[in-house]
């Protein structure tokens, strides 16, 4: 019987665990929006189609430096980082579908599933 308390807290911790990464499933999200890298971002002033072409075509290039690679969404004007750089990598300077969930206190996406743009 003194094992009974441990049994049903570790019962109920697991419960909880288990309900917090359901929350997480549930909570994906459907992205679209062209991966590139926060320098060409920073570069460009991407308000005009025109110039999130350019930035698209500049985040394309290899470079020998770090890269870090954002989602960028030209409707909301809004980019986010991405959790798994070299995944993304592959679609740099890209329009993508992007499935995830956003970290709110980094607004970091987590990916679960990214593949080229398709209506």
Do not use: W
Not at 42 to 60: D, L
Not at 66 to 91: E, G, H, I, N
């Amino acid at each position: 019987m003194k094992f009974l308390p441990f049994a049903m807290a570790a019962l109920i911790t697991l419960g909880i665990a288990v309900a917090g990464s359901a929350q997480k499933e549930e909570s994906a999200q459907t992205f679209t929006g062209y991966v590139m890298t926060k320098a060409c971002i920073s570069h460009k002033n991407v308000a005009t189609e025109n110039a999130v072409n350019e930035a698209a075509e500049c985040s394309k290039k290899p470079t020998q430096a770090r890269v870090d690679y954002v989602l960028y969404d030209p409707d909301a004007k809004m980019s986010y980082d991405l959790v798994d750089q070299k995944r993304t990598s592959t679609f740099a300077g890209e329009d993508v579908n992007l499935v995830g969930y956003v970290d709110v206190s980094s607004r970091a996406i987590h990916i679960s599933e990214i593949t080229p743009f398709s209506n």
